[in-house]
């Protein structure tokens, strides 16, 4: 497993911005995959956006195509989302997710059980 730290939430306006980071120990960063996941009060948690290990294949939620930026730096062990024209329903605890390391540049999982080491979350909170 690698640890993750989720950065970058807060409290914005709809129409606004924020850029989330994840930033993890250790390295094995460049051979994992990496996923963004949401959980909204009551509500199950939920795919975003994920990465391929090198940066080649990205998958995303469909409400957020468009809005949402997933990004990668394998030199600074870091994975970022950057969040645009933010709506309320995007309010939610951001959650970072490493998939398990992989010798292959394969699309990424969008299933949470995919993933075997998680962040603490930062929250995303979107006022209209």
């Known amino acids: 497993q690698v640890q993750l730290t989720e950065s970058g939430g807060g409290l914005v306006q709809a129409g606004g911005s924020l850029r989330l980071s994840c930033a993890a120990s250790?390295?094995?960063?460049?051979?994992?995959?990496m996923g963004w996941f949401r959980q909204a009060l009551g509500k199950e948690r939920e795919f975003v956006a994920a990465?391929?290990?090198?940066?080649?294949?990205?998958n995303y939620l469909d409400s957020v195509k468009g809005r949402f930026t997933i990004s990668r730096d394998n030199t600074k062990n870091t994975m970022y989302l950057q969040m645009d024209s933010l709506k309320p329903e995007d309010t939610a605890v951001y959650y970072c997710?490493?998939?398990?390391?992989?010798?292959?540049?394969?699309?990424?999982?969008?299933?949470?059980?995919?993933?075997?080491?998680w962040g603490q979350g930062t929250r995303v909170t979107v006022s209209s």
């Open positions: 997710a490493a998939n398990v390391e992989s010798v292959f540049e394969l699309r990424p999982p969008t299933k949470w059980g995919a993933y075997d080491s």
């Open positions: 250790g390295r094995t960063f460049s051979s994992r995959a």
């Open positions: 990465m391929s290990r090198g940066g080649t294949f990205t």
